[in-house]
């Protein structure tokens, strides 16, 4: 990956973060303490920054650094999603847990074909009883 790439998949990663938590770039350059100029070419891919800077990035959008260094992979957003309920209360955490199950079973894939059969299977035993 050249130097290039690296500051686009940054660029794009801080673009997302970002906007999911609904903050401006004034609003998240004001966070960390650098100027909005600089900021914009960061997620524009046109500036790189210090490991620094990098790392008050990740804090305030509530990701790893990883999340913004690579490519969006699934297990980098679990790690963000356990990054967030770090030092939440136990409260917080069970009623997350809560949410994503029920996202899960709600978007999950299902074998309609293998449900339509067992459909029908359980109708027509209702029927011979």
Do not use: W
Request: proline letters at 2%; one cysteine or more.
């Amino acid at each position: 990956m050249t130097k290039k790439e690296l500051q686009r998949t940054i660029g794009q990663n801080l673009l997302h973060a970002r906007t999911r938590l609904g903050l401006t770039q004034e609003d998240l350059a004001d966070k960390v303490e650098i100027s909005t100029t600089f900021y914009a070419n960061l997620e524009c891919g046109n500036r790189m920054m210090s490991i620094v800077t990098l790392r008050k990035l990740a804090d305030a959008l509530c990701v790893s650094t990883d999340s913004l260094l690579y490519d969006n992979r699934p297990n980098e957003q679990i790690h963000s999603i356990q990054m967030m309920l770090q030092d939440q209360p136990a409260k917080v955490i069970s009623l997350s847990e809560k949410i994503i199950r029920a996202c899960v079973d709600e978007l999950s894939p299902i074998d309609t074909k293998k449900e339509g059969t067992d459909r029908i299977d359980a109708s027509s035993t209702q029927t011979e009883n």
